[in-house]
């Protein structure tokens, strides 16, 4: 029997009687990190990683939860689990589930490129390895991250000398503390300011202890990390004069480039090189590929000699 | 090549006024104008396709939704030179030949052009600069040769050129030393040797040689010549 399983709620330990980042209410929820595509409303009980369970409650409100350090082991049925760095976001997991010396890895969403704020993503031995393939194409190859920071800090500065206020729009949890922690280690030409979403999430981290810069108010000149929600609201008239752009993975893509002025392909997820470097350092045979291209992506693993499947 | 630069830096660039001088579109021009190879979509898309299996080729088109991005990205993968979106945002802004002549001597280069809303991509390579040889005559059609040059014991094609201001005396001597006729086309014997000038030379592996010429011209009829002095291929 398969130690995790593919059921309308979500993956399934039948082994522990748990979910793996369910999107239907549950009674017990194992959780790889904080954003909502992972951590849905509704669950009787939440169990996560330190870092992620501030996140989780500020997003979710109240509810039972508990969490676990990285590494920590414990016993939940005929399994034992343990949460591991995935370099996605901070406090982001995959989740090893063991029974009997079989071992799974549900990698939840990951990227192997190291930044200045996520734990770095820690390769899982495993038997079986479920993958994320957001991106798993060869057209997605990410350059290094300084080079598109850089890329922004540049941009930003040319704004900056017209007293245009530069706007990067981002996921308010996890990219936009990034872009915000990896900005801090350059020369910046203004100061850094966030649409009260962002805000509020950065400090919550702040509060769990992740070193990011100060934010002050939006000015003339300044970079503002916002959400394209706040750029549709009245929040965003007070911008004043500024160019917009964008900060994805998906701006690799031409027809996604459309309505900003600027884009950077800047991803939480890893690369086609990140995710076979991923998948070859975990040893597994079988690989599960679940989300995004997932099809092509087991097809290129097949070809390459892998039990490959696509959930 | 200054004929070239000038051409291409007067007027309106049309497909017609190209054409007119050889050149299937303008990035071509621009590419040779810098001294590099033109590969034409099909071929870039084979070449970065490679090894993908049909299905993950097939997904990275849908993806994209358009053959250049998608070989342009993935060539990208295949040889550690990722696209630069500045540099695509920066033809579409300054024009291709801007951009050829800005560049720095590479091996190979991306240019994306939108025209008529639809985006082209070429790849060009290295290639040669001037030159000239000594090329033997091989067949008439109409008031063109066809001009070849020795590789081992054989003669293989080197350029179709039109006669030049020898052609009336040319085709004179053509019409007795004919040994084949295929329609309007005419082997002749192998013993009339040119002098051919041309000004790049591009990579064309569907050629025999390996490359064409470009801004090729008859320099002289070299009349004393023997047919083994020609060049080899």
């Given at each position: 029997m398969d130690l995790i399983e593919r059921r309308p709620e979500g993956l399934y330990c039948p082994a522990g009687d748990f979910w793996i980042d369910p999107m239907r209410a549950v009674p017990r929820a194992l959780v790889t990190h904080g954003h909502s595509d992972h951590a849905a409303r509704g669950m009787g009980a939440y169990l996560c990683t330190t870092g992620t369970l501030p996140v989780i409650r500020h997003r979710l409100g109240k509810i039972t939860a508990e969490a676990m350090a990285y590494g920590e082991r414990r016993q939940i049925g005929a399994v034992t689990v343990s949460f591991h760095p995935?370099?996605?976001?901070?406090?982001s997991a995959q989740i090893r589930v063991e029974r009997g010396g079989e071992v799974w890895v549900a990698a939840g969403d990951y990227k192997v490129e190291g930044d200045a704020l996520c734990e770095a993503f820690e390769p899982v031995p495993c038997d079986t390895f479920l993958t994320e393939t957001t991106f798993g194409l060869p057209i997605f190859t990410w350059a290094p991250e300084a080079e598109v920071l850089t890329a922004m800090r540049d941009w930003w500065a040319g704004n900056a000398a017209e007293g245009v206020t530069s706007v990067v729009l981002a996921y308010s949890f996890g990219k936009a503390q990034r872009i915000l922690a990896g900005l801090a280690g350059l020369d910046l030409p203004g100061p850094l300011a966030c649409h009260p979403t962002v805000e509020a999430v950065t400090e919550v981290l702040r509060a769990a202890g992740y070193a990011l810069p100060a934010t002050g108010e939006v000015s003339p000149g300044a970079l503002v990390i916002a959400t394209p929600q706040g750029m549709a609201s009245d929040w965003a008239l007070s911008l004043g004069l500024h160019r917009v752009a964008a900060a994805s993975g998906w701006m690799a893509l031409a027809a996604r480039r459309k309505g900003v002025d600027r884009a950077f392909v800047l991803s939480d997820h890893a690369d086609f090189p990140g995710l076979n470097a991923a998948v070859e350092a975990t040893g597994a045979g079988r690989v599960i590929c679940l989300h995004g291209y997932r099809e092509a992506f087991a097809l290129w693993l097949r070809g390459r000699g892998y039990e490959a499947e696509a959930w | 090549m200054e004929e070239l630069a000038a051409f291409l830096e007067g007027g309106a660039a049309t497909g017609a006024r190209f054409a007119a001088h050889g050149f299937a579109m303008p990035e071509q021009a621009a590419a040779v104008l810098a001294g590099r190879r033109v590969m034409g979509m099909g071929e870039i898309w084979a070449r970065a396709s490679e090894g993908l299996p049909e299905g993950v080729a097939a997904a990275c088109l849908a993806a994209c939704g358009d053959r250049a991005e998608a070989a342009a990205l993935l060539m990208g993968r295949a040889e550690g030179d990722p696209v630069g979106l500045e540099e695509v945002l920066a033809v579409r802004s300054e024009g291709v030949f801007a951009l050829a002549r800005r560049m720095?001597?590479?091996e190979r280069a991306w240019f994306f052009r939108l025209i008529s809303g639809a985006r082209r991509s070429v790849v060009v390579e290295e290639a040669g600069g001037p030159g000239e040889c000594l090329a033997v005559l091989t067949m008439v059609e109409g008031a063109q040769g066809q001009f070849a040059v020795r590789r081992g014991n054989g003669l293989v094609p080197l350029v179709k050129l039109p006669l030049g201001p020898h052609g009336a005396e040319v085709l004179a001597w053509a019409r007795g030393a004919v040994?084949?006729?295929f329609g309007p086309l005419r082997s002749v014997r192998a013993e009339q040797v040119f002098r051919i000038a041309w000004e790049a030379k591009v990579v064309n592996k569907r050629r025999k040689l390996g490359f064409d010429l470009v801004g090729a011209r008859v320099v002289d009829w070299e009349r004393g010549a023997s047919v083994d002095q020609i060049a080899e291929g």
């Amino acid at each position: 029997m398969d130690l995790i399983e593919r059921r309308p709620e979500g993956l399934y330990c039948p082994a522990g009687d748990f979910w793996i980042d369910p999107m239907r209410a549950v009674p017990r929820a194992l959780v790889t990190h904080g954003h909502s595509d992972h951590a849905a409303r509704g669950m009787g009980a939440y169990l996560c990683t330190t870092g992620t369970l501030p996140v989780i409650r500020h997003r979710l409100g109240k509810i039972t939860a508990e969490a676990m350090a990285y590494g920590e082991r414990r016993q939940i049925g005929a399994v034992t689990v343990s949460f591991h760095p995935a370099g996605h976001v901070p406090g982001s997991a995959q989740i090893r589930v063991e029974r009997g010396g079989e071992v799974w890895v549900a990698a939840g969403d990951y990227k192997v490129e190291g930044d200045a704020l996520c734990e770095a993503f820690e390769p899982v031995p495993c038997d079986t390895f479920l993958t994320e393939t957001t991106f798993g194409l060869p057209i997605f190859t990410w350059a290094p991250e300084a080079e598109v920071l850089t890329a922004m800090r540049d941009w930003w500065a040319g704004n900056a000398a017209e007293g245009v206020t530069s706007v990067v729009l981002a996921y308010s949890f996890g990219k936009a503390q990034r872009i915000l922690a990896g900005l801090a280690g350059l020369d910046l030409p203004g100061p850094l300011a966030c649409h009260p979403t962002v805000e509020a999430v950065t400090e919550v981290l702040r509060a769990a202890g992740y070193a990011l810069p100060a934010t002050g108010e939006v000015s003339p000149g300044a970079l503002v990390i916002a959400t394209p929600q706040g750029m549709a609201s009245d929040w965003a008239l007070s911008l004043g004069l500024h160019r917009v752009a964008a900060a994805s993975g998906w701006m690799a893509l031409a027809a996604r480039r459309k309505g900003v002025d600027r884009a950077f392909v800047l991803s939480d997820h890893a690369d086609f090189p990140g995710l076979n470097a991923a998948v070859e350092a975990t040893g597994a045979g079988r690989v599960i590929c679940l989300h995004g291209y997932r099809e092509a992506f087991a097809l290129w693993l097949r070809g390459r000699g892998y039990e490959a499947e696509a959930w | 090549m200054e004929e070239l630069a000038a051409f291409l830096e007067g007027g309106a660039a049309t497909g017609a006024r190209f054409a007119a001088h050889g050149f299937a579109m303008p990035e071509q021009a621009a590419a040779v104008l810098a001294g590099r190879r033109v590969m034409g979509m099909g071929e870039i898309w084979a070449r970065a396709s490679e090894g993908l299996p049909e299905g993950v080729a097939a997904a990275c088109l849908a993806a994209c939704g358009d053959r250049a991005e998608a070989a342009a990205l993935l060539m990208g993968r295949a040889e550690g030179d990722p696209v630069g979106l500045e540099e695509v945002l920066a033809v579409r802004s300054e024009g291709v030949f801007a951009l050829a002549r800005r560049m720095e001597p590479v091996e190979r280069a991306w240019f994306f052009r939108l025209i008529s809303g639809a985006r082209r991509s070429v790849v060009v390579e290295e290639a040669g600069g001037p030159g000239e040889c000594l090329a033997v005559l091989t067949m008439v059609e109409g008031a063109q040769g066809q001009f070849a040059v020795r590789r081992g014991n054989g003669l293989v094609p080197l350029v179709k050129l039109p006669l030049g201001p020898h052609g009336a005396e040319v085709l004179a001597w053509a019409r007795g030393a004919v040994l084949e006729r295929f329609g309007p086309l005419r082997s002749v014997r192998a013993e009339q040797v040119f002098r051919i000038a041309w000004e790049a030379k591009v990579v064309n592996k569907r050629r025999k040689l390996g490359f064409d010429l470009v801004g090729a011209r008859v320099v002289d009829w070299e009349r004393g010549a023997s047919v083994d002095q020609i060049a080899e291929g």
